[in-house]
């Protein structure tokens, strides 16, 4: 398999998803689910995905769709699409799967996935997070991981704007 075609096979629907959680679940591995906005990826992001691939044996990231990211952070967001986005995280070697859902919250991807850990960062207490109740519900783990000091996609676009970059 190429190095294209191993990221393409990590772009998961809710049909692959379901088949290697499945499979995953067959030889006990670790699940951990994480999901954001991942807009201009940067050491931040880097470091908070290798820790919450640690947590488990198979890491799958949701992304927030374009309109979602609109929603949430205004009409200027996101500067990179969803496409270019997933395929970001889909290359990095500890992440193995990255699904687009197009809520506010993934809630609805965490109650189909049901991951053995549900990770955010370190802004959340984890009784706040969405889909605590229900992981917690089923045995599984939910917690949250520190920032990065110093790296935020929102602070990298107010550096551009600033310095007339953008």
């Known amino acids: 398999m190429t190095e294209l075609e191993l990221v393409a096979d990590k772009l998961l629907s809710l049909e692959d998803l379901s088949r290697r959680r499945c499979g995953w679940r067959t030889y006990s591995q670790r699940t951990v689910f994480t999901n954001g906005v991942f807009d201009l990826i940067h050491p931040g992001h880097l470091t908070y995905l290798a820790q919450a691939a640690a947590l488990g044996q198979r890491l799958i990231v949701g992304v927030n769709s374009d309109a979602s990211v609109k929603g949430l952070k205004g009409e200027s967001r996101p500067i990179m699409p969803l496409a270019a986005r997933m395929q970001l995280l889909a290359s990095l070697f500890f992440v193995d ?20 850990v549900l990770v955010k960062g370190g802004d959340y207490q984890v009784e706040d997070i969405v889909g605590y109740r229900e992981v917690i519900g089923w045995g599984g783990e939910v917690t949250t991981l520190p920032f990065l000091t110093g790296h935020s996609s929102t602070g990298i676009i107010e550096r551009m704007s600033s310095s007339g970059l953008e």
Request: hydrophobic letters at 45%; zero cysteines.
């Open 97 to 116: 799967g990255v699904i687009a859902f197009d809520t506010d919250t993934p809630l609805e991807l965490i109650k189909f996935l049901r991951p053995d």
